[in-house]
């Protein structure tokens, strides 16, 4: 089949729901028979090779204009969240959603004894470093051995967050000439705000009298537990 160059090429239509090509070159239009021309792309002929390459992990999402876009990338753990109507999903951190995420203990049967009226640490102390800033941190004390042996001698016990106090509990007065022995217990929920190792301890000193008082009396254990509670 002999083929002809067409020069001059001014116009090329395909007149919608035919299968002809018009060609108008040099004044002339010539109509070109095509079998099997489509209108349109079918449903599902597009195949994946056949799209342009990407950046591994992104998504495909619509922008603002309807325009399709790519969701950036996340981190190993996080979770696709949406910013509702006019605002690409992000990869965040997943919520804690009220679990528990870690719990760390302490626990020392090591005395220690103060005839002092000011705090001093009484060896029981935890470290834990929250996963996320927003958590909350149950501590949990059981502080034995807080003792006096005269009526007019008593202790003091102080909850601490590094440098701050949290909260003073335990204004224990001896009731008879004895020595007493008790066990001492706190729920407080703190909010550190930050995901740096925070650690927590008691102190104790003495309040009245000038009798000694202290606190893991004869090996007596006490402990602190440290729970991280995600919101």
Not at 132 to 143: F, M, N, R, W
Not at 151 to 158: Q, V
Not at 167 to 174: R, S
Request: glycine share 10%; hydrophobic share 35%; net charge negative.
């Amino acid at each position: 089949m002999a083929t002809k160059k067409i020069s001059a090429l001014t116009e090329l239509t395909t007149p919608a729901g035919t299968e002809e090509l018009i060609v108008n070159a040099g004044g002339t239009s010539k109509k070109i028979q095509i079998d099997n021309l489509p209108s349109s792309l079918a449903d599902n002929s597009v195949t994946l090779a056949k799209m342009a390459g990407g950046t591994d992990g992104n998504l495909i999402t619509y922008d603002a204009s309807g325009d399709p876009a790519y969701v950036t990338t996340g981190t190993s753990g996080q979770v696709l969240t949406s910013g509702g109507t006019g605002v690409a999903p992000t990869f965040q951190a997943a919520a804690g959603g009220g679990k528990v995420l870690q719990v760390v203990q302490g626990y020392t049967s090591t005395s220690a004894s103060t005839t002092g009226t000011t705090y001093v640490d009484s060896n029981l102390t935890a470290t834990i470093t929250p996963t996320l800033a927003t958590s909350k941190v149950l501590v949990v004390v059981h502080q034995n051995g807080c003792y006096t042996n005269v009526i007019t001698a008593g202790e003091n016990i102080n909850l601490m967050k590094d440098s701050t106090q949290l909260v003073e509990w335990c204004k224990y007065y001896g009731q008879t000439s004895a020595q007493i022995e008790t066990t001492n217990s706190l729920s407080y929920l703190d909010s550190p705000s930050t995901t740096s190792a925070t650690t927590y301890k008691t102190q104790f000193h003495r309040i009245g009298g000038n009798a000694a008082v202290g606190v893991q009396d004869n090996g007596a254990y006490s402990t602190i537990t440290l729970m991280e509670i995600g919101v």
